[in-house]
């Protein structure tokens, strides 16, 4: 930078005066804001005018500024840009009609093709008009990605996903908008674009009305990517070299090395309203903050430079007052915001931007173990990659869309998984996410996606040619019309409709076009054979699902995946020969083929239908799963489908369907199951019931699980016997009868006549698809292989207490759903439902009241709807506001809604039920497959299965239970555990025509009874259980705890393994178990008999004269105490709750927490391993409970926690400004204080621990039912000799004052910072002991000290009474560095001694006003200030301390300012800028205007003011003048607005006015026709087309040609053919021909009509054969579509056409193409024969130079150079070479080539100084 300023100086001592002047008369005029400075000179109370004048002068100089710097600096957000805002941007992709842009702060904006200028709008039409095409100059070749643009804001638009859209412009006109020709200096760079070609150079529009710029051909080089000429429309930053005649004619420079390297400066006339993005400026930089730099530039502007614009290397040398080079990002005018750029891609001359990082294309890629580096309030955090790359994270991608912003949270994690969303080349930084929702994404780009890929989307909308399908936000894809369905639909909206669900199969993507196709035919997507993608998938034999393309008389051609496709000849389509394919096939019709040859290099293939037709194929299908019928499976949900989970069998992670209707036995628990699974659960308890060669059958039905277990089925038809009883489920329904499906894929016929006693019309409305239920075998078709069987309840029977049984799964069930949707959700409301049971009593308030119920709400329960109906206030009355007590009836965990009932006879207390008695009961709710009923009127809810068997069916409503409907029910048991303490009952209807109940149908059923002893043969052994075979034929069950003696079964041993598989036994019935859920039932009853027995072997009860009591699990229960030791086996381990069941006999069963069953965290990782199922456990008992029947046991001899004691704990949350929460064993939690997690602080105390981790804690006290922990090593391990840096603090006893301590800050406030010294201590150092500086209130410190921040403390003194404990943070006492950085630039704090004198003073200056004024230079002190210094000194005792007299002046002048401001900023979440204060209204009058200065006066905090505000103050002349002149200002500044012709209007009415004013103009018309457009107003556009024609006056020739070309873009884009030619042959008679053609030319090539543009370029070399451009557009055209031959033809045809003068620039224009678009090689030939033949044309030497710089190889280019020094030609124009030689060298080549190039240059000179003496 210092070379540079030496070999260039700019200005001189004498002309920085002469700036200064300008900026200062300029600033009178652009200043809008003047205001906020007036106020800054207000006069204080009590000083005379002229020492009001005099402040004001002074402060004035001071903060001269066009702009006011921001208080803060934020990244530009999309919400902050505005239309016609000026911006610099990067070109990133170049379509045929669309640039996209990369724009500062990872913004994005695109340019349409209407966008560039006038010129080459103009050219488009003309192409559009013309007949014969040739392609015109198209985007990709006026813009290549890294080009770097001034771009304006077109529009702010709105995306069709809802995005912000940001269109931009590069048009000269607006860009230059606040130029004249008058305001142009020798030396501004512009932006402009060539507006047409001349002989010896270009004209280019730069936008100023009444300036003609002319750019020479000469220096033109090295422009763009591609040399060659400049096109028209291209766009180009020139600099200007020569203004003349006023600014009416200008000469332009474009070489990059100059413009790059130009500097702006304040002699060239910058203010406000012309600054342009892209100006290189030096720099001082005036504050440096944490998010950014504030700097000075071009001596009166202040602009502001973000954090991803910094130097990420320099950040430590930016110092305050430093000078830079910086690059101008954007200019907003009306918030005076600028945005400058430091970075050295952006500043360095010659700097190319890169497009694409290093590191290669990332995005879409997810990245774990991602740090983040910085967060920066407001504007977003830099992460820092594993791989060291940075990312930048937006300030809203830092959360989900609608979640409330937590910057503690997310500085919490330490680690963070990121998507990199895009990169933006302006930043050169990627750009991602942390939003779980997008990482979550399968599909991010069209990359993620593969052929052959099922995929579910929604439908979007249906368009004649096939049907749109969303998959994601960003990807969509195309179902063609054909596959739509396995057949041609003719109306496909009657089956599909916009939002629904589909699953679609991926045929082909083009990731590269954005292109996906799918399809929907059935065959395919659930296709089972292998899918050809490749014709490498295809080898002889192998079949797959394909489907017709087209059909020919040699036969068909079949299409698979991509592009793979194959010909069946007519001999393979049948067995039977086929003459005509049409007559047969269809187009789309899915079939199999079997590949008969293939050839994967020719993409050839011969397919045949007739062999796959006869199942020859080549492999047969494997069976996917290796399980038998009747296995017991776990599975993990891979994905919800729309009807079934699909599943991954544990542990193989071989892929299964469980269907929807699989998930229960209760149709109305599948969905609700279906709803609470998430990918990644675990589900237990599956079974197969079926497999095949394809696949398995899996299901979770518990009946069909307990008929599989039991062996109660048939394996094979054989099997099946008549009256045979099976259990299954509804497979198909058909208005003759059901189909049930049964294990083993057996399927059955139920006719509608065996379907039910009751008359059945329709089958179809009984039963539900996948319903249980039991059939009985009636009829058998042996030859068939099909069977009858009947449904009839009279005909089947269950197993006793079967609907108990199924009651008490159907509630388990809901529990599962209960929980796993309150575990999911962190909030308390569904954590409070959960804990809901019904006949629970809550406390509510009654909301409103309505005759069809009342509404009610708790308050513990916000959110939650309370409900009840009619039928359960009907005895009461309810007012709103009334507090009542309400009976919960149901809990919907989904709608968060409760049902309750206040009805006094269920409110009322409860009487206790009688075991086996009678009870008449009423329906009180139902809910599906379940009823609440009330038992008379003992205040007693339970729960009943609204159905008594499983085939029970209702052919009306009223058939069902309803509220209100009475029951007799039996009270079975008093208190069940299943039920939630609730009676267990069995039920029946009181109406006559009542079904039998379960009881009845079960009387006659033969059993064993209580004490019975029995001979028994041993089935199988299990490590919990021995199953037996009894002399009858039953089975029974041996207990483990039933086969040895207690006193001979030692721990770790396995009682079971004693006995022997097929051994004969003796036994004795103690007890019974359910038939289909193995509940353990001990009633004694002599009459009671058991279908499955409970036995024992234990020698000591076979004992015939020894009576065994039956003991019942309450009993069992209650003899436990707390402490006890007991012996256990070990039943099973629960992975989801983490625990271990055990068992201790058959009635009574334990549970064993993680944290109580290990005493080493290595152990939690494989629990399960530590105990073998069977296995004897010694236990201590932790709790006891008889109702509800609850177990907890202890595996490490320890069943209570204790004070002092070290055990296990889990960290189930972390909180920074509380510590960890841990959960302890035996139910209870704690906290460890961050100051208890280590002897020696950490500076981030939190990081090492997660959520779930295992860690031993020590038991310090317990507090209000939590534990206060400890994770010290001292407390851990007290062997442990070595001291820790920061020990204990137990008490303020043991602090000392003087004493050095560390802590954590907990909070910064008014008061102070507070430290934590400890879980008890908080300390607190005051403001003025917190640091060195002044600061003028907290948040200064707030920003720099974050929570948990470690600091070194001196205690100061020490209150023990009340616990206060004062410190000091300052640099003297602690011997640490000061908590706030020294770049803040904040003041000193004054000594004592100066504080002192400086007190004298302000008491001097109170004496007289007399005084006052003669001293005010000692103690210049406002009254103002002093009052505010009074109050502070009352509030602390050490005082208000005073900083330098300077500093308080100023203060003094901008604290009313910042107040004003300060509102603002606040209600604005953009970036801070300088706002105007006073907001002008201008529909009042201008006495009505109030200026800023009056709303600041009236914002500022002076007590004195504000005793005095009831009496209004009369404003001095001074002050009156002032606000005259703010209105005034504010007026003409409304009226510039409204005559400013560039607001673009919004409605006709608007366009009409703008037409009154302007009708000559072009512009105006062309928006109103494209307003038109935009809301597809086709005929209104023409409309205006053809008005602006007949309204636009004959001499303004160019006007009327724009209206023409925009009339045929309208005609090409929504036209017709013979409409676009009618405006065509229009527009020749009225304008000049070539222009028009050429127009119609470019629109044709546009829009990729390749033959109707070479149709119209051949007629225009016809008809304007004279004409050069027209042969060089059509040989442009030509190389583009890579017709090179034929533009060689075309290069004879125009050398014979054309003039001969002309031949030589044709033939260079022509090679430059060759160049450009075609072969080089066959260009430097053209080039070297013209110049063999012209030697001398050193224009063509410089462009050939220029052309073999770029395309050749050094080598090329040095001997090129060696040849054109040698010319000989004149002195000046060697030189010239000479010169270019020189800089090539220095810019390629090695020191030693710029000395032989020097040298030779020697030797010229010498050689020519020779020829001259001669």
């Not at 139910?1227 to 997690?1237: P, Y």
């Not at 470690?1350 to 000091?1368: H, M, N, Q, R």
């Not at 003297?1372 to 004054?1390: H, I, M, N």
């Amino acid at each position: 930078m210092a070379s540079v300023e030496e070999d260039f100086p700019r200005g001189g001592t004498t002309k920085k005066t002469t700036e200064s002047k300008i900026v200062v008369q300029r600033t009178e005029v652009d200043n809008l804001f003047q205001s906020n400075e007036q106020t800054e000179t207000k006069k204080r109370k009590g000083a005379s005018k002229d020492e009001g004048k005099k402040l004001k002068k002074q402060k004035t100089e001071k903060v001269l500024t066009l702009n006011a710097a921001t208080n803060k600096v934020e990244i530009l957000h999309n919400k902050n840009v505005k239309e016609g805002m000026l911006m610099l941007g990067c070109v990133k992709d170049v379509t045929d009609f669309e640039v996209t842009v990369s724009l500062p702060c990872c913004l994005q904006g695109h340019l349409s093709i209407r966008n560039i200028c006038d010129s080459y709008t103009k050219l488009l039409t003309e192409q559009l008009d013309s007949a014969d095409t040739e392609d015109i100059c198209s985007l990709p070749h006026l813009f290549y990605p890294g080009m770097l643009l001034r771009c304006v804001v077109d529009k702010m638009d709105i995306a069709k996903g809802g995005s912000p859209s940001i269109q931009l412009s590069v048009n000269p006109k607006l860009v230059n908008k606040a130029f004249t020709s008058s305001s142009l200096k020798a030396g501004m760079v512009l932006s402009g674009c060539v507006e047409s070609v001349e002989d010896h150079g270009y004209i280019v529009d730069i936008g100023i009305s009444g300036a003609k710029a002319f750019l020479p051909k000469t220096p033109v080089k090295d422009v763009l990517d591609n040399s060659g000429e400049l096109k028209v429309g291209q766009y180009v930053t020139c600099q200007v070299e020569e203004v003349k005649n006023s600014g009416r004619v200008v000469r332009l420079s474009v070489s990059p090395p100059t413009v790059a390297q130009a500097w702006a400066e304040s002699a060239q006339g910058w203010n406000l309203t012309n600054l342009l993005p892209g100006l290189l400026v030096k720099a001082t930089i005036k504050k440096v903050t944490t998010h950014g730099l504030l700097l000075d530039f071009l001596s009166s502007f202040c602009g502001q430079v973000d954090f991803l614009h910094m130097e990420p290397d320099q950040k430590s040398i930016y110092t305050q007052g430093s000078e830079v080079r910086a690059r101008v990002l954007y200019v907003e005018s009306s918030t005076r915001l600028v945005g400058l750029s430091l970075r050295g891609y952006l500043v360095q001359p010659g700097t190319r931007i890169e497009t694409c990082p290093v590191v290669g294309d990332r995005i879409g890629e997810v990245v774990k173990d991602c740090k983040m580096s910085r967060l920066h309030h407001m504007s977003g955090a830099m992460l820092e990659l594993p791989d060291k790359t940075v990312a930048f994270v937006h300030w809203s991608h830092l959360k989900e869309a609608n979640a409330p912003a937590n910057d503690n949270r997310v500085l919490a994690e330490s680690e963070h998984t990121c998507r990199i969303l895009d990169y933006s080349p302006m930043d050169q930084i990627h750009f991602a996410t942390l939003r779980k929702s997008v990482i979550a994404r399968c599909f991010f780009r069209y990359q993620d996606l593969q052929a052959g890929q099922v995929v579910e989307g929604t439908v979007s909308v249906l368009l004649s040619h096939g049907m749109v399908v969303h998959l994601s936000d960003h990807i969509k894809g195309l179902v063609p019309r054909t596959h739509l369905s396995d057949i041609i639909l003719k109306n496909p909206e009657k089956k599909y409709y916009e939002g629904m669900k589909v699953k679609c199969r991926v045929l082909s993507v083009d990731a590269e076009n954005k292109m996906l196709y799918l399809t929907r035919k059935k065959a395919m997507v659930e296709s089972s054979l292998p899918l050809f993608l490749s014709y490498t998938d295809t080898r002889p034999g192998r079949v797959s699902h394909g489907y017709i393309v087209t059909m020919k008389e040699f036969g068909c051609i079949v299409r698979f995946y991509n592009d793979v496709k194959g010909l069946v000849p007519l001999s393979e389509l049948s067995s039977e020969p086929i003459i005509s394919p049409e007559e047969i096939f269809y187009v789309g019709q899915v079939l199999k083929a079997k590949v008969l040859q293939c050839d994967p290099d020719k993409a050839k293939m011969i397919l045949s239908l007739k062999a796959a037709a006869e199942g020859d194929t080549e492999e047969a299908s494997m069976p996917q799963v290796d399980c038998e019928v009747g296995q017991k499976l776990e599975a993990r949900v891979l994905k919800k489908l729309v009807n079934g989970l699909e599943v991954a069998i544990l542990p193989d992670e071989n892929r299964a369907v469980l269907p929807t209707m699989h998930l229960s036995d209760h149709i109305s628990n599948c969905p609700l199951l279906w709803e609470s699974a998430k990918e990644g659960d675990k589900i237990s308890d599956l079974i197969c019931c079926n497999k095949n060669k394809q696949n398995i059958t899996i299901t979770k039905k518990p009946a069909v699980r307990w008929t599989l277990e039991e062996e109660v089925v048939a394996k094979d038809f054989s099997d099946i016997t008549v009256g045979m009883q099976l259990i299954g489920w509804i497979k198909n329904m058909m208005s003759y009868g059901v189909f049930i499906e049964f294990p083993y894929g057996l399927i059955g016929l139920a006719p509608k006549s065996a379907m039910s006693e009751k008359f059945i019309s329709d089958a179809t409305a009984v039963f539900q698809l996948g319903q249980t239920v039991v059939a009985k075998v009636t009829n058998l078709d042996e030859e068939k292989r099909r069977f009858l069987v009947t449904l009839k309840i009279t005909e089947v029977a269950l197993p006793e207490g079967d609907a108990q049984t199924r009651l008490i799964n159907g509630l388990k069930e809901r529990r599962v759903v209960t929980e796993m949707l309150a575990s999911r959700d962190n909030g308390d409301l569904h954590q409070q439902l959960a804990a809901l049971s019904v006949g629970e009593k809550l406390k509510l308030t009654v909301d409103t009241v309505k005759e069809s119920g009342a509404t009610l709400k708790s308050d513990d329960m916000t959110g939650a709807t309370i409900m009840a109906s009619k039928h359960h206030v009907m005895d009461v009355n309810l007012t709103p506001g009334q507090k009542v007590t309400g009976v919960v009836l149901h809990v919907n965990m989904l709608t968060s809604c409760v049902h309750v009932s206040m009805r006094s006879k269920l409110v009322g207390k409860k009487k206790s039920l009688t075991e086996g008695s009678k009870y008449a009961a009423m329906t009180e709710y139902v809910d599906q497959d379940f009823a609440v009923i009330s038992l008379d009127d003992t205040a007693q809810l339970t729960l009943i299965h609204a159905s008594n068997h499983l085939n029970e069916i209702f052919r009306s409503e009223s058939e069902k239970l309803t509220v209100g409907t009475s029951l007799t029910v039996e009270v079975v048991e008093r208190s069940c555990k299943e039920l939630q303490g609730l009676p267990l009952v069995a039920w029946e209807r009181t109406d006559p025509d009542r079904q039998r109940s379960t009881s009845e149908n079960q009387a006659g059923s033969k059993g064993h009874r209580f004490g019975d002893m029995v001979q028994c043969k041993v089935k199988t052994v299990r490590p919990t259980s021995i199953q037996v075979t009894l002399d009858d034929g039953r089975t029974g069950s041996v207990h483990v705890s039933e086969v040895l003696e207690s006193s001979k079964v030692c721990a770790g041993s396995f009682p079971t393994s004693s006995v022997k598989v097929g051994s004969e036994l003796t036994a004795r019935v103690i007890g019974g178990r359910e038939a289909s859920r193995h509940r353990f039932l001990p009633f004694s009853h002599p009459k009671f008999t058991y279908t499955i027995p409970e036995l024992t072997l234990i020698p000591s009860k076979l004992d015939q004269n020894t009576d065994i009591n039956p003991v019942k699990a309450e009993d069992k229960l209650k003899s436990f105490e707390v402490g006890a030791e007991i012996l256990c086996f070990v039943s099973k381990f629960l992975l989801e709750k983490k625990s271990l069941e055990v068992t201790i006999d058959p009635c009574v069963t334990g549970t064993v927490e993680l944290l109580a069953m290990i005493t080493d965290p290595k152990d939690a990782s494989h629990p399960e391993k530590l105990h073998k199922l069977g296995s004897a456990v010694c236990a201590k008992v932790v709790e006891a409970s008889a109702s509800p029947q609850r177990l907890v046991l202890s595996l490490t001899g320890v069943h209570k926690l204790e004070t002092g004691s070290v055990t296990l704990g889990m960290v189930t949350n972390i909180q920074p400004h509380v510590g960890l929460h841990v959960k302890l064993p035996f139910g209870g939690t704690g906290i460890v204080s961050v100051t208890d997690l280590a002897d020696t602080y950490r500076p981030n105390p939190l990081g090492g621990y997660s959520k779930d981790q295992l860690l031993r804690v020590c038991l310090l006290a317990s507090e209000d039912g939590k534990w206060q922990l400890s994770l010290r090593p001292s407390r851990l391990n007290t062997q442990q000799t070595k001291p820790g840096k920061d020990l204990e603090v137990l008490s303020v006893d043991g602090l000392k004052k003087g004493q050095i301590i560390r802590g954590y800050v907990k909070s910064v406030g008014e008061q102070g910072v507070f430290i934590r010294l400890s879980r008890r201590i908080t300390g607190r150092a005051r403001l003025q002991q917190s640091t060195k500086y002044f600061v003028k209130n907290h948040k200064v410190l707030c920003e720099h000290l974050s929570l948990n921040t470690l600091l070194t403390t001196k205690i100061l003194s020490i209150d023990k009474e009340e616990e206060f404990v004062d410190l000091s943070l300052l640099p003297a006492d602690t011997g640490k560095s000061d908590v706030l950085p020294e770049s803040l630039g904040l003041p000193l704090r004054l000594v004592v001694g100066e504080k002192k004198k400086h007190d004298t003073l302000k008491k001097k200056a109170k004496r007289s006003l007399s005084e006052s004024k003669q001293k005010q230079a000692e103690a210049p002190v406002p009254k103002k200030k002093r009052k505010t210094t009074k109050a502070r000194a009352e509030d602390s005792d050490s005082g208000v301390e005073v900083y330098f007299r300077e500093e308080e002046d100023k203060e003094d002048g901008e604290e009313p300012k910042s107040d004003s401001v300060k509102q603002v900023t606040e209600s604005s979440s953009g970036p801070s800028r300088l706002q105007v204060a006073a907001g002008f209204s201008w529909d009042v009058g201008l006495n009505s205007l109030k200026p800023a200065s009056a709303v600041q006066e009236g914002d500022s905090s002076d007590g004195e003011d504000q005793e005095g505000s009831s009496k209004p103050q009369k404003k001095s002349r001074h002050e009156l003048e002032q606000d005259k002149k703010a209105a005034e200002k504010a007026l003409v500044q409304r009226e510039v607005e409204l005559m400013d012709p560039s607001l673009r209007p919004q409605d006709a009415a608007a366009f009409e006015r703008l037409l009154l004013a302007s009708p000559n103009s072009s512009l105006v018309w062309l928006q109103y026709m494209a307003h038109h457009l935009q809301a597809t107003q086709i005929e209104q556009a023409r409309a205006v087309a053809e008005r602006a024609l007949k309204t636009i006056s004959f001499r303004e020739e160019q006007e009327k040609l724009n209206v023409w070309v925009a009339l045929l873009n309208l005609e090409n884009m929504y036209g017709t053919e013979e409409s676009l030619k009618k405006v065509f042959e229009r527009a020749l008679q009225f304008c000049e021909p070539m222009p028009v053609y050429q127009q119609l030319a470019d629109i044709y090539a546009k829009s990729h009509k390749i033959k109707e543009a070479e149709g119209l370029y051949k007629t225009m070399v016809k008809r304007f054969r004279q004409n050069k451009a027209v042969w060089l557009s059509y040989g442009t055209f030509l190389l583009q579509q890579g017709q090179s031959d034929a533009a060689s033809t075309l290069l004879q045809r125009a050398l014979t056409s054309l003039p001969s003068k002309e031949s030589v620039d044709v033939i260079g224009k022509f090679a430059q193409l060759e160049f450009r678009y075609g072969d080089a090689e066959k260009g430097r030939t053209m080039f070297d024969k013209v110049l063999t033949s012209y030697p001398k044309r050193t224009d063509l030497w410089s462009v050939f130079i220029d052309l073999t710089v770029k395309h050749g190889s050094q080598k090329d280019v040095r001997a090129l150079f060696d040849r054109v020094i040698h010319l000989s030609v004149s002195v000046k124009k060697i030189k010239f070479f000479f010169k270019r030689y020189l800089e090539y060298e220095k810019k390629h080549g090695t020191p030693q080539s710029i000395q032989a190039v020097k040298e030779k240059a020697m030797e010229f000179v010498e050689a020519k100084g020779t020829e001259a003496a001669n």
